[in-house]
């Protein structure tokens, strides 16, 4: 593995984007989706609890 494509991870969004991938965007934000779900899951459970 290259030095390049470890930085390249979701740390430098635009050089994502010029490599014209917008399969790695879009699983990006489904898992920002699913962690922000989760995390708003939890809080209601917590709040509900009591």
Do not use: D, W, Y
């Not at 994502?16 to 708003?40: K, M, S, W």
């Amino acid at each position: 593995m290259s030095p390049c494509s470890i930085n390249g991870l979701g740390i430098q969004p635009e050089s994502i984007h010029e490599r014209g991938n917008p399969l790695i965007l879009i699983l990006i934000a489904f898992v920002f989706v699913l962690l922000f779900l989760g995390a708003l899951a939890f809080i209601a459970h917590t709040v509900v609890k009591g």
